[in-house]
Nanobody, 117 residues
Framework: QVQLVESGGGSVQAGGSLRLSCAVSGTIFRLNTMTWYRQGPGKQRELVAGISIGGSPNYGDSVKGRFTISRDNAKNTVYLQMNSLKSEDTAVYYC???????????WGQGTQVTVFS
């Protein structure tokens, strides 16, 4: 059974930084495309960042230049470094995994990020 466990969320002042982690088990991690989504209060869920099996990143327009996604295949973990945080980054952040060749996407339980000014 694939399991994703996010950590690293919390409260931070605007302009600050946080690093989210997502530890993955129950699958061959290096064969998964990993993606971070978020859903803020009263907002639709949006893509934050993704990283391919080969390590190529992509970012949502609202976080380009501020957030960095990375993966450590040895640790079965994907990271999201968030810098220059804004109040509009306040959301529950979810990690997802999609195994190569599989139609299913597995979601983590989410971690809350709150940015206050």
């Amino acid at each position: 059974q694939v399991q994703l466990v996010e950590s690293g969320g919390g409260s931070v002042q605007a302009g600050g930084s946080l690093r989210l982690s997502c530890a993955v088990s129950g699958t061959i991690f290096r064969l998964n495309t990993m993606t971070w989504y978020r859903q803020g209060p009263g907002k639709q869920r949006e893509l934050v960042a993704g990283i391919s099996i080969g390590g190529s990143p992509n970012y949502g327009d609202s976080v380009k230049g501020r957030f960095t996604i990375s993966r450590d295949n040895a640790k079965n973990t994907v990271y999201l470094q968030m810098n220059s945080l804004k109040s509009e980054d306040t959301a529950v952040y979810y990690c997802t995994a999609k195994h190569w060749g599989d139609e299913r996407t597995t979601w983590g339980q989410g971690t809350q990020v709150t940015v206050f000014s």
